[in-house]
């Protein structure tokens, strides 16, 4: 499980089994809040993950309540506009080039991790920039395929709150999958 932000790429963890209400909590204890401490002391951030029930759970909603997590609603099924489906892509793609060196989970972890330390900032920072784009294309097809991923997407349902609040901020999103 990885989370991005515009600064760069941000905490990554192996995660093992099936995510629970209370592993995706810890999760977000361990890996998130690090990451809008450091990058957003002033509490400016919108944090994004996608709508899997897990994501959804009253534990949840009441942990993300209880600490003023400022979350924005997003789409479910929308990896066209999901920009770390992009970062996952890119890594599986580089992964492709190491494969004689990975015999177990542990060297796959590890390799995972120096592609994804290697991600530049920059690259991170265009995935952010092309959102409006994503977002209009979205808009265009009806929610149809994509030149994103090209994957059928139910992204229309709450596309234009996120645009509002796209335009209203920075484009500082943090996005966590």
Not at 150 to 171: A, D, F, P
């Amino acid at each position: 499980m990885g989370c991005i932000c515009w600064h760069r790429v941000g905490t990554l963890s192996q995660v093992t089994g099936i995510i629970n209400s209370e592993k995706y909590k810890d999760i977000l204890e361990d890996n998130i809040w690090p990451v809008i401490v450091r990058h957003f002391p002033d509490n400016n951030y919108l944090f994004q993950d996608d709508n899997a029930p897990v994501h959804r759970s009253r534990l949840l909603q009441q942990y993300k309540a209880e600490n003023s997590f400022k979350s924005i609603s997003w789409p479910a099924q929308s990896p066209d506009i999901n920009i770390i489906e992009i970062i996952w892509l890119y890594i599986k793609r580089k992964l492709q080039f190491r494969h004689h060196v990975i015999n177990s989970n542990d060297e796959l972890f590890r390799e995972i991790k120096k592609i994804w330390m290697d991600i530049p900032a920059s690259y991170v920072q265009s995935l952010f920039l092309s959102l409006p784009r994503r977002l209009m294309s979205v808009i265009r097809l009806k929610g149809h395929l994509t030149k994103y991923l090209g994957k059928k997407t139910n992204s229309l349902c709450s596309l234009s709150k996120l645009v509002i609040c796209l335009n209203e901020g920075n484009l500082r999103l943090i996005n966590s999958d």
